[in-house]
């Protein structure tokens, strides 16, 4: 298989990121160029989603023949649970977000989750950390490797080269960029790998010289 790198675009291939105990699998779909991931466990073959954002058919296919566990859903945010109803209602797949997004989510959650819980994954499991700014209830998903640098699932709260959009609401993006910083930067070291809600993925130690000047510019 070729060499992950997580750049992806809406119509072409998934890439599949080979870990020793777990695969991640990115695929973009439209039309607004949503990341959606689907974790595979090495050990039990337990498959997670995290974003049924859009294209269920092609969701569909990269989940294939194995099931799906459960669904977690990143943040209330309609782009990110377009295909959610379809693919819950095509695989049973329990349903997973925040607590605090979940009522603006427009699939019945079925488990509500708070900073600092976790959701398994076959053997691996992914930590919660909640994220408040660009949603109430925003969270982000850690793997923390035991076999490498931990990996991080961050939605629209962290991107290459900024936080997330909080619509120039001076509140919301000083609460956003200091849960990130004291959250993500602060716990996370610096080769943990980073897959957003959009876009390329990057890692920790790219983004945290440029804390201080996504202070200054206000977003």
Known sequence: MAEYHGNVKVGGPAQTHELAQLMITKVAVGPMDNNAYLLRCRQTDEQVLIDAANDADTLLAVIGDGGLARIITTH???DHWEA???VVARTSAPTVAGRHDAEGIGVPTDQYVDDGDH???GNSSLRVIHLVGHTPGSIALVYDDPDGPPH???GDSLFPGGVGNTQGDA????SLVN???TKLFGTLPDETWVYPGHGSDTTIGTERPHLPEWRERGW
């Open 179 to 181: 849960d990130v910083e």
């Open 152 to 154: 991080v699932f961050t």
């Open 171 to 174: 509140e919301r993006f000083t």
């Open 119 to 121: 959701i398994s994954v």
């Open 84 to 86: 959610l109803a379809e």
């Open 76 to 78: 209330r945010h309609q």
